[in-house]
């Protein structure tokens, strides 16, 4: 099956600081998808990026599907970001959608 | 986008019991997913509740284990049966928008202990 390696696998940043994310895939995915899980668990849609490029306040994110590959770049970032972040595709065979290993992400003030 | 409430957010369950989680949409869709989330882990599928037919379930569940039931469009249930301390883990419910090739929607997760 499709699998989908995140790195880092962990990362610590001061507040105010920029990072980068990225998520590769082992085969060609559609639906690709961002999401941020917060402290109690629960998963929030950050971008739905099948290819190209998307920007939402402080957070962007790029797909080169040819490459198999995304980014999600985080600029100044806030305690508030702390979490983890997950990418996932879909399989085209079965339309299921495979997550990736996730980032753990630690702002601190 | 939809709208997903799933309940309990959290529970402490004593082994050998069950405990059934509920998941409910605003808006109706034909296919819920239930997924485990092992702590530390990425998610993993469970299985696929579709309305009126028996859930699809992935390799490594089986429906002993985990009922699913689809009674209507807007609403599924999860039972983690017989729980064991191994079945700690968050549970969540999702669906996609409409159409094919859309963005997945979660349910705020079900924080299971077993003791």
Known sequence: GIQVEQSPPDLILQEGANSTLRCNFSDSVNNLQWFHQNPWGQLINLFYIPSGTKQNGRLSATTVATERYSLLYISSSQT????VYFCAGGDYNTDKLIFGTGTRLQVFP | SAVISQKPSR???QRGTSLTIQ???????TMMFWYRQQPGQSLTLIA???QGSEATYESGFVIDKFPISRPNLTFSTLTVSN???EDSSI???SVEGPGRNTEAFFGQGTRLTVV
Request: hydrophobic share 25%; net charge negative; with cysteine.
């Open chain 2, 83 to 85: 729980m064991s301390p």
């Open chain 2, 48 to 50: 696929t509740a579709n």
């Open chain 1, 80 to 83: 508030t970001d702390s979490g």
């Open chain 2, 91 to 93: 549970y969540l419910c």
């Open chain 2, 23 to 29: 998941c409910q949409v605003d808006s109706q869709v």
């Open chain 2, 11 to 13: 529970d402490i369950c």
